[in-house]
């Protein structure tokens, strides 16, 4: 297991290194740049010049990419050409935010999607089945922003049961260690902070997790479908085992694979959906500060940003694979 | 298999590796006669083709027949609409869906958005099906028939899909505006794109999977050159999943494109409707004129749900494990 581990961590490497080449001539080549963001149209061609000369984007592109992986290796991704801050800076402030929407979305479309897609599979035919079937069938054609507007208009604006815009009311003085404000509340035991942050989070959650939510509802019930055909199953139940234990041990367990599959891949449609839907709560995620880096060609942010966002994928698609074989004794990693 | 009573009978043998890929098209058992026999009994993909043939016949012949022009601002001229003052009105006799928030006739927008929305869907599902269908072709006939180097090659061409897919659409879509300005093309080479590697690992996946089959074995013993048994041959077998991938993806390809357009990314000029953007647009007049951003929700919403239904639907008559 831990020489898996090990080999698929370095396996990324090469990946990572691949994508960077490309991502680094894509985003050089594109009109424009950082000296058209920071003067406007009317800046003289010496000024952009200096500007550019100042920032080392005259440099030959090999030279500069160069000097990005050498950074890269020392956990450096530069400073941000707009907000002239730490890159690793910014990011530390600002991603907590779009990490933790993510996961509550996550939370939301694993908690109540298995069990729902469960359900529908043991009722098959009936009004709940067809309901989850219909609603699984809806949700993956309905926007997250109009879906997210919808919420807000209804739940926050209308009957005043959660917050409208940000991730936490500006009257909590919360203390923030690391940014993820779930976690700051609980590190420093301000519970109503806490509090109050996962309530910002539920609509948003709500909203991110549709989508997620109808893909795992309808995986669910079509594996556990097919496991519930099994011969094994059959035998489990004829040799007298409880439903319970049939339950558990026979059908969801060997349900869980297509399922675990699926969610490693949902991760990197919610992160770019996460943006779409910090931009209606106004939460302040990665979300706008990545709009901003793109209209302003913003390179060492943007490629921080698309590392990172290929880093995590990576290591979800790791967990997924390290999870089979928890799920599944059969499955050895190797 | 459906191939079996083509085998039995005698045939030339250097034809019988075509003709178990051929022709049993001509013939009543074809797989695509027979999803075609289950699709007409299945009740979701008829309501998905009902709402598809309306969709498209709004699209193709509505245009024509709107009561008003799109980008006559007549309500202001009129002096009944005033956004600032936040008088928009509603559904009338003379304005079916009322008026949006420039006067412009709602209901004639909406109608004419359908073209729009239809047109960006199809190019941009083309587009991703075009490189998706060449590069995971290329990749299954490698990985299937070449040998050492043919799994080289199918090795550095899966790599670039697993890149392709960790970039965020979102991404790509702003990095295509900027080269090329934010417009409707932007957006459709942008979602096309994205859209890509699904395409390529399902016609690979599916040509790998036939590799191994009979006939290819049968065309390969008769001498038929490799390439040849992977265009004629694998791929025309391969391409039901991708088919179906094809209409699921123009719903997704519809969403995508409002969501955008909804950033900005689409059309800046309003003047061609289209629903993302109608959409957007709507967002400062929620509270007056909720209506302007249902209709075009609720338009996405219907069409995108129509190929869904659609693409299940073939999805399950296509299954080979729930064939009778």
Redesign the interface.
Known sequence: MFRFIVRRLLQLVP?LF??SI?LFI??HR???GPETALLGERGTPESRAAIRESLGLDEPLPFQYGRFVKRLIQLDLGTSISTKREVTTEFLQRFPGTVELTIMAMVIAIGVGIPLGYLAARRRGSLLDQASVGGS??G???????LA?VLK?IFAENLGWFPTIGRQDASIEATHITNFFVLDGILTREWDAAADAIWHLILPGIALASIPLAIIVRITRASVLEVLGEDFVRTAEAKGLTERTVRRRHVLRNAMLPVATSIGLLT?LL??GA??TE?VFAFSGIGAF??DA??N?DYPV?MG??MI??VI??LVNLLVDVSYSLIDPRVRVR | MTLAPGRGKKVKLDRLAELSAVRDDERGVSLWREAMRRLRRNPAAIVGAVILVLFVLVAVVGPFFVPYGTTDTMGIREGVVKSGQGIIPGPSADHWLGYDHQGRDEFSRLVVGARQTLIVGIVSTLIGLTIGVFLGGLAGAAAGLGGRWGRALDNVLMRIVDMMLSLPSLLLAVSVAALLGPSIVTVMIAVGVVSVPIFARLLRGSMIAQANRDYVLAASSLGVRGSKIAISHILPNSLAPVIVQATLTLATAIIEVAALSFLGLGNPDSAVPEWGLMLADAQPYLGIRPGLAIYPAVGIIITALGFTLLGEAMREALDPKLRR
């Open positions: 990946t691949g994508l490309l894509w985003l594109l009109p424009g069938l809806l993956t054609c309905v926007p997250i922003f109009f507007y208009a990197g992160l770019s943006v779409l931009t990545i709009r793109i209209s060609l943007l940003f698309i966002i290929a994928f990576a």
